[in-house]
């Protein structure tokens, strides 16, 4: 079963391949996300990244949460759902 991950404090300028090389040090990485402002196509400083299992993403959030990268000490836990 995948996981899903929050990934905060990111840079402006750090892209969804950034994140995506950088998780697959520590499991596969299904998908790699940075979230863009619908207007401006800026990045909006976080982003999603999908782990193929669980346990790869323990192993993730034990080794990046709090890793500097491009400046910026980066926040990573498991993503919480959505309330619609």
């Known amino acids: ?3 899903n991950l929050y990934v905060g404090n990111l840079a ?3 892209t ?3 994140l995506e090389k950088l998780f697959a040090t520590h499991g596969s990485v299904n998908k790699a996300q ?3 402002d619908r207007d401006s196509g800026r990045s909006r400083g976080f982003g999603f990244v999908e782990m193929a ?3 790869e993403a323990e192993a993730a959030i034990t080794a990046l949460n709090g890793h500097n990268l491009d400046g910026r000490d980066l926040t990573v836990n498991e993503a919480k759902e959505r309330s619609r």
Do not use: C, L, P
Request: hydrophobic share 35%; proline share 0%.
């Open 34 to 36: 940075v979230i863009e």
């Open 12 to 14: 402006f300028s750090t």
């Open 53 to 55: 299992s669980s346990e």
């Open 16 to 18: 969804s391949a950034d």
């Open 1 to 3: 079963m995948s996981s």
